[in-house]
């Protein structure tokens, strides 16, 4: 080997060594920069010097000497573009990190609002009657006597009436603020004067002259209907616990008791488990272990014949169809379900109190 | 009403402790609300239905338990020994009104007035009735006991020692034992001797012929009245005794006879007198004994089980029915004196049922699958509410009813009460805004709320011809600001474009157009600058708007309160066809702003219309993105920049086109008095 093909060598080797120490000092995309200016700058880097240099060489130095050049020069780029690659990965770990926000802040509020805790337990209570394919009914707020008491086997002075204390219209005996939604059975079954298969329910607002802790003058009820051939108490009962155990939960116990309801006959109530203290008694039960939950019972053959009185031929042929009704308060389930124990906070338009119900 | 056990024990023994014993009168109908001890004894307290009035007494109740445990109820001793000369010597009973006094049964005693023994007093005062001499607590004791009520008239004081049952005289007066002065109609009942009634008919005593410590001679009065003569009476009274309630809910016609024989034997057993010899009984039209037909068929489709017709028979007759042979069409079933609730077959097999166990009714669920689920208007308004509650609304449910007074500014004649709660309560609401959501906001100031947005589904009511027209609104009331504070930003007042949008957003969802809205012919109670009312084909369909200056001190709201009310009827019922798609633009759309300046009170909508007009079929929306009315634009002028988009459904479009467009909409503005700025 030549004298002057040593000489190129030892010239790349050093240049190799002060390559390495000016980019193990450059802490920055600039410094960097300045790196690669002196040792490949297109027109004063000393590689690219170096290599012009070759030119003074024979064919064969020369050949040797630039395959050995341009190999350091790969090497240095290589080197070069992964300082590059290292500090810029550094950069952007220093910048995301001056990005870092406090997310312990406040969320920004997106808009929320509640619907009624008693709208969210009607809308319960419809889903599950429609799940077992009842269509819900609605009728007038103020109707007559005849649909609220009359056709119901409530005739006039009849003692039952006393139970229910009636608001009426100004100067007009006949017109009132209906007491039940009852009346949503007669209406019904009137406006569908066809072989009789019914299964309603009829929610809705009805009103009583009651104003205390336990009562308000309006409050809610869902009325239910079951017209057809040999519907019996035993479906009474056992839509009456589906109904129930969904609502509430298959662990409480559902009970009937006798009871009387001018409008069925048989008449049954029914209880629940005292959610509260699970039946072992507590003030919620009155130490029974057993709530009031809802009134229900046989439709009384004697609605059937009003009903088909009015239409005027017989529809509803109590030796044929028979049914059950059935009627629960929404303030009452949801108090229970919420424990709530002054029925007017449902009237009180206070949002202390609605905002406590998710939408 | 009260029971004492041990009384209780007198006719039927008892073989459970008092929590079953209470449980299982509770299943069959007689709910126990509570069970007492009272010294040894021990008080049950029953909530008795209306129907059962032949277990508002002791016995009554002691003939469920005996058939409640299959034990034999024992009869109540009623022998007694007669003294003295006839009843009918010393009185004359006369019906004059049968349809008031189906029967009438009097005994006359001769008494020793003095107090009641320790016994009876202790089992009078143990269920809240106030002892008052030996006759009179028998009387009480046997109301008690067998649920007759009978009343004792001193004889010496009776008018002609005469007792008749007679309709009143308009206008008689009687003192009643309460010492009150009862201005009589002729459509109540009294008894009365020659001349002035001495007591109002199975009601109250009067105060003239009253029992006191001279009395020797009593007149003892069991008698039958017509339900609804009683309750008319006590309701017109306002009165409201231990005899009407047992008598308006129908006593036992039988009751009359049995009652005055234990009588005779308790006066007879506590020393109190002694009976005179022959009762009378006016009883002018005896009824046969009621019957009904029950069917093991009937019963089997009714309950939903076979109750077996021995255990049906051994219910039946341990409530005293009588039952006979099978005929092969149901078994006929003789029906008590005392039970004036039953009269038909299903009546008879509400008893068997009940007694056979409702727990022992297998649970079934119908047949016959049918499809309910939501209408479409019920599924739309389940819609509209989950808007609301997304647009940050709380919803309230308020009183159908309202203060006249404060709903004055509403237009029309409100529909009132006749017999409200209060005059706060007097009228149905025409409107779900005034008073109701107004006074909700107003509740909820006051709380120290500053940020309140409230809504309400609802009816309201006008007058019509028989019912009232009900109507279904949404009513919604926005104040303070429209979001709570937040450090990122600034809280901003709800405005009336907060309501409008939220209305808008409502409608949007249903699917349907929204309403055009008019700066007009919105109601009064609203600002009349910023308010609108909207309609929808034509039809009114509700308003938006800041409320009244005035209506705002009325109800001490603040002024920016913005409200709205919308009639959701048709909304609702207007179920849109399913949507067809269109084909998704496959071509460009090229926007372009222009900034007007105009006349301050030139409306937006009339410029968009003009706009509309002048660009032609390419123009995609016309949207008025911003609004300025201060320096430079000049005083009274206000300056609106809107964005307005082109395309075509089938090409791209030229900048010719485009400019085109644009120039016919300028020089239309220009014409129309506007000024464009940037041009």
């Not at chain 2, 021995?310 to 005293?320: C, F, H, I």
Request: charged share 25%; hydrophobic share 40%; aromatic share 6%.
């Amino acid at each position: 080997m030549s004298d002057s093909s040593d000489e190129s060598k030892a010239r790349a080797r050093a240049l190799r060594e002060e390559f390495r120490s000016s980019l193990a000092d450059s802490g920055d995309l600039a410094s960097l920069q300045a790196v690669r200016d002196r040792f490949l700058g297109r027109k004063a880097g000393a590689l690219t010097s170096l290599l012009k240099s070759l030119g003074g060489l024979g064919e064969d130095e020369r050949r040797e000497a630039g395959r050995e050049l341009n190999a350091l020069k790969s090497e240095l780029e290589a080197a070069l573009q992964d300082a590059e690659s290292r500090l810029q990965a550094g950069a952007r770990e220093t910048r995301l990190e001056q990005e870092r926000i406090d997310i312990t802040l406040p969320a920004r509020p997106t808009a929320t609002g509640w619907r009624h805790p008693l709208t969210v337990v009607r809308e319960r209570l419809e889903d599950i009657f429609v799940s077992m394919g009842y269509e819900i009914f609605d009728g007038p707020e103020v109707d007559d006597d005849y649909h609220c008491f009359e056709a119901l086997n409530m005739p006039p002075d009849h003692p039952a009436r006393d139970m229910q204390d009636t608001f009426y219209l100004k100067g007009r005996r006949d017109i009132l603020l209906r007491t039940h939604t009852s009346t949503g059975q007669i209406r019904y079954m009137l406006a569908n004067p066809h072989p009789p298969l019914v299964r309603i329910i009829c929610p809705g607002k009805v009103f009583r002259r009651d104003d205390d802790i336990t009562h308000s003058p309006m409050f809610q009820q869902v009325e239910g209907l079951v017209v057809g051939p040999g519907i019996s108490l035993g479906d009474l009962k056992g839509t009456i616990e589906a109904f129930l155990h969904t609502l509430f939960g298959p662990q409480y116990p559902v009970r009937f008791r006798a009871s009387y309801f001018p409008y069925t006959e048989p008449s049954v109530e029914a209880d629940l488990g005292c959610i509260v203290c699970g039946g072992r008694g507590c003030r919620v039960c009155k130490g029974t272990g057993w709530v009031e939950i809802l009134g229900s019972g046989m439709v009384d053959p004697a609605v059937f014949e009003a009903v088909n009185a009015r239409i005027g031929r017989t529809v509803y042929d109590p030796e044929e169809v028979t049914g059950f009704a059935f009627g629960l308060g929404i303030e009452r389930v949801a108090m229970i379900l919420h424990g709530v124990d002054d029925i007017r906070l449902f009237y009180g338009n206070d949002l202390r109190f609605l905002e406590q119900f998710g939408g | 009403m009260k029971v004492l056990l041990s009384w209780l024990r007198e006719f039927v023994d008892i073989p459970v402790e008092n929590r079953k014993l209470a449980d299982d009168l509770t299943l069959v109908g007689l709910a126990v609300d509570t069970v007492e001890s009272v010294g040894k004894d021990t008080l049950l307290d029953l909530d008795i239905t209306t129907n059962r009035v032949d277990c508002m007494n002791v016995y009554g109740v002691a003939r469920e338990v005996a058939v409640l445990y299959r034990l034999p109820l024992r009869p109540l001793e009623i022998a007694f020994a007669e003294a003295g000369p006839p009843s009918s010597e010393g009185l004359v009973v006369e019906i004059d009104a049968p349809d008031l006094c189906p029967r009438f049964c009097a005994l006359v005693l001769d008494v020793r007035m003095g107090p009641s023994p320790a016994w009876v007093r202790d089992r009078l005062e143990a269920v809240g009735v106030r002892s008052i001499n030996n006759v009179v607590d028998l009387t009480n004791y046997v109301m008690l006991e067998m649920g007759q009520p009978c009343h004792a008239f001193d004889l010496d004081r009776t008018t002609g020692r005469r007792l008749r049952a007679r309709w009143a005289a308009e206008g008689e007066e009687l003192r009643t034992l309460d010492g009150a002065l009862r201005r009589l109609s002729a459509r109540m009942g009294v008894v009365a001797g020659d001349e002035a009634p001495l007591a109002l008919a199975g009601i109250m005593g009067g105060a003239s012929s009253e029992v006191s410590d001279e009395t020797r001679t009593v007149a003892l009065e069991a008698a039958y009245w017509d339900p609804l003569s009683i309750r008319r009476t006590a309701k017109a009274l306002g009165m409201h005794t231990e005899a009407s309630h047992r008598f308006e809910r129908g006593a036992d016609p039988e009751g009359p006879l049995s009652a005055t024989a234990r009588i005779a034997h308790l006066l007879q057993k506590t020393g109190a007198g002694s009976t005179r010899p022959g009762r009378i009984d006016c009883h002018p039209a005896p009824q046969a004994r009621r019957g009904a037909r029950l069917r093991p068929s009937r019963s089997k489709t009714v309950l939903g089980v076979g109750v077996p017709l021995a255990e049906a028979r051994r219910v039946l007759t341990g409530l005293g029915f009588t039952v006979g042979p099978d005929d092969g069409n149901g078994t006929p079933v003789g029906i008590p004196s005392w039970r004036g609730d039953v009269s038909r077959e299903i009546d008879v097999i509400e008893e068997v049922g009940r007694h056979y166990g409702l727990d022992q009714i297998v649970s079934s669920l119908p047949g016959n699958a049918v499809i309910g689920g939501l209408k479409p208007w019920q599924a739309r308004e389940r819609e509209v509410r989950a808007t609301l509650v997304g647009a940050g609304l709380a919803e309230v449910i308020q009183y159908a009813f309202v203060s006249e007074a404060e709903s004055s500014t509403l237009p029309g004649v409100p529909v009132a009460l006749e017999n409200p709660i209060s005059e706060e309560q007097g009228i149905l609401r025409s409107s779900l805004v005034v008073p109701g959501l107004l006074s909700a906001l107003r509740t909820n100031l006051r709380q120290g709320r500053r940020d309140v947005g409230l809504f309400e589904i609802g009816r309201v009511f006008a007058p019509a011809d028989a019912l009232p027209r009900e109507t279904k609104r949404l009513g919604l009331v926005l104040s303070g600001n429209s979001r709570p504070a937040h450090w990122a930003e600034k809280a901003r007042p709800s405005d009336f474009f907060d309501a409008k949008g939220i209305v808008e957003a409502v409608i949007r969802r249903l699917g349907v157009a929204t309403p055009a809205w008019r700066s007009d012919g919105a109601p009064s109670h609203l600002h009349p600058g910023k308010s609108a009312s909207g309609t929808r084909s034509g039809i009114d369909c509700g308003y938006v708007g800041i409320v009244h200056p005035d209506v705002a001190r009325q109800f001490e709201i603040p002024e920016e309160t913005v409200v709205a009310e919308i009639d959701l009827g048709t909304l609702l019922e207007d179920v849109p066809a399913a949507t067809r798609v269109r084909a998704l633009d496959r071509f460009p759309a090229v926007a372009r702003d222009i900034s007007v300046v105009v006349a301050g009170d030139h409306r937006a909508a009339d410029l968009e219309a003009t706009i509309r007009a002048e660009a032609g079929d390419l123009l995609r929306s016309a949207v008025v993105v911003d609004r300025y009315d201060r320096p430079p634009v000049p005083a009274g002028k206000v300056s609106l920049t809107l964005s307005l988009v082109f395309q075509h459904a089938d090409r791209t479009l030229t900048g010719d086109e485009v400019q085109d467009a644009m120039a016919r909409v300028i020089g239309a503005l220009r014409s129309g008095g506007a000024e464009i700025r940037g041009e």
